[in-house]
């Protein structure tokens, strides 16, 4: 059970020091990530930025990914999930313009006037409060490879393990405090996991 998220985050980054990872920058997956993520960052005093994807939601239940996307368009597909609805071509395409303009405005409001993100050769640890199913996870991880980072590790307080497991064979390293066998949602895990607003959330990348 963690306190909140910058406790969780502490607790994080002493994982990440104990699994010798070594980083160049943190990448949180706001809202709820950047208060993990600023912990992370400024106890292995790295830089903080953010990666932004968004899900898209199955018809009637937003909450089902059928797909992920990030703010520059790369996209994660749940081809099992799109096949058990027999989405359409239209439907998929439609939905997940949406979702990757909804990422890309949240992405630009987040970093305002900074500098282009450019991960070229870095070694980049992505950050959120937690793994459920990992959805906008697999996107943004795919987004970072793309962009050209020498490696990408998952860190997170809490994972559920099947999902944590699934990831070894997407990022480099996988690096979470707790996957407790017992996993039905992140919040279970927090005693104090109220949400975090985006000026909330924006102040911790000053």
């Known amino acids: 059970m963690f306190a909140n998220r910058t406790e969780a985050g502490e607790r994080l980054a002493a994982a990440i020091a104990r699994a010798n990872v070594d980083a160049d920058v943190v990448l949180a997956i706001p809202r709820g990530g950047l208060p993990v993520g600023r912990a992370v960052a400024d106890a292995l005093d790295v830089p903080l930025d953010v990666v932004v994807a968004r899900k898209v939601g199955a018809p009637g239940n937003p909450e089902l990914a059928v797909a992920a996307v990030a703010d520059d ?3 994660w597909r749940n081809e099992s999930v799109i096949a058990s ?4 071509p239209e439907y998929m395409d439609e939905e997940t313009e949406h979702e990757q303009r909804a990422a890309k405005e949240k992405f630009d409001r987040y970093r305002g006037d900074r ?4 991960l070229a050769g870095e070694r980049v640890l992505v950050v959120d409060d937690g793994l459920a199913t990992g959805a906008t996870m697999r996107a943004c991880v795919q987004r970072v490879r793309d962009a050209g980072a020498a490696s990408v590790v998952v860190a997170v307080p809490v994972a559920s393990p099947g999902t944590a497991d699934s990831f070894e064979r997407v990022a480099d390293r996988v690096v979470a405090v707790e996957t407790p066998s017992n996993f ?3 919040g279970q895990f927090y005693r104090d996991f ?3 607003s985006d000026d909330e959330a924006m102040a911790l990348l000053d």
């Open 115 to 118: 500098p282009p993100l450019d």
């Open 85 to 88: 609805f027999d989405l359409s």
């Open 73 to 75: 368009g790369t996209t």
């Open 184 to 186: 039905a949602a992140v």
């Open 194 to 196: 109220s949400q975090v």
